[in-house]
């Protein structure tokens, strides 16, 4: 190079940029979003945590006319195939839930009849919804109405579960139940022969496949082992099964304890204020909720309602042991009065 000119065999080096977040190594990544620069993972990582940067490239950016050139008209071009290919794909599913409704209505036109003619307070809901479509409950014979059930048992978390005293509704997003559905459940059965033969006597195998994951309010990712380690803690001992009941008048929601061996599907779902929202929902857990059941009586002279204690529920808590298992022994015909 003579008189600062230089010659032309020699290379001219581009002016090194520093990284935006460590500003120490030579930046070697252009995040497509913003374009800040960033020379390794780990600050590509903190520029996305520090600013809530997505990392994505904004395909709907605004290009001036003197800057728009091939590559932003291929960008446009391929962004209207993809918007293309996204209303196709809604269509699609839109005609194939149309079809899956168009069968279905028929079945639940016959599950609604069946449920009043039994007196249950059956609901029907979309059938776009996921509820809608897990749902399996068919009519088998229509005189007498005879119908198998989708059941869905929630599994609480023994931890979970014990803390729900009375007044407290279960709520599904805040104590992440395990739920599971039981197809062909009749309504005859006890809920104690619904268990052992569906769910207590399968193996873990089978057990995962009783897992519906699309019923959870959150994911859980542990949940298939889980449901085996949750029905071998039990043992041979039935768990207990809970229900709510929603009184309009008070807006509120009561749980009732359900006593597996001597109660049957369809005393569950004929239970006065309870609502079958497609398919019945029973909470399980493996240890007792601390609950008190009550019961509105009239009085006979007055015709007023006094709150007491449900007789029957309180002969059952005494003689637990044998509701769990063993032959109950005939209830004094004082509690059956008081019932």
């Known amino acids: 190079m003579e008189c600062g000119v230089p010659n032309p065999g020699d290379a001219v080096k581009p002016e090194t940029r520093l990284c935006s977040i460590c500003a120490t190594n030579a930046a070697k990544y252009t995040c497509p979003r913003c374009t800040v620069r960033t020379c390794s993972l780990r600050c590509c990582q903190d520029h996305k945590k520090s600013t809530r940067c997505s990392g994505k490239r904004n395909v709907a950016e605004f290009v001036a006319r003197r800057d728009y050139n091939y590559f932003a008209f291929l960008s446009d071009y391929r962004f209207l195939e993809s918007l293309d290919r996204d209303n196709e794909s809604r269509e699609k599913r839109i005609r194939e839930f149309y079809d899956i409704a168009k069968k279905r209505r028929r079945n639940q036109s016959k599950v609604l009849s069946a449920a009043r003619s039994l007196k249950i307070d059956y609901r029907l809901s979309s059938s776009l919804l996921t509820r809608a479509r897990l749902n399996q409950t068919h009519v088998i014979c229509d005189k007498p109405p005879a119908v198998l059930w989708t059941l869905e048992l929630c599994l609480l978390d023994p931890s979970a579960g014990a803390s729900q005293g009375d007044g407290k509704q279960l709520c599904d997003s805040v104590l992440r139940p395990i739920h ?15 268990w ?14 009783l897992v519906a994951p699309q019923l959870a309010a959150s994911s859980n990712l542990s949940m298939s082992p889980y449901v085996t380690n949750w029905v071998l803690a039990l043992g041979k001992r039935l768990p207990y099964f809970y229900i709510e009941c929603v009184d309009k008048q008070t807006r509120s929601v009561l749980k009732h304890e359900i006593f597996a061996s001597s109660t049957t599907l369809l005393e569950v779902m004929t239970r006065d ?11 399980v857990s493996q240890t007792e909720l ?7 009586i009239k009085d006979k002279d007055t015709d007023n309602s006094i709150l007491v204690k449900n007789p029957w529920y309180q002969y059952q808590k005494k003689h637990r042991a044998s509701v769990h298992g063993i032959e109950i022994e ?10």
């Open 180 to 194: 599971i559905l039981l197809h062909n459940c009749p309504c005859s059965s006890l809920l104690s022969d619904i």
């Open 196 to 209: 052992r033969s569906k769910v207590a006597e399968l193996s873990s195998a089978d057990l995962e496949t």
């Open 273 to 283: 204020k309870y609502v079958v929202n497609e398919f019945p929902t029973i909470w």
């Open 290 to 296: 601390r609950i008190e059941i009550n019961e509105l």
């Open 330 to 339: 005939k209830a004094p015909d004082a509690i059956f009065r008081g019932r």
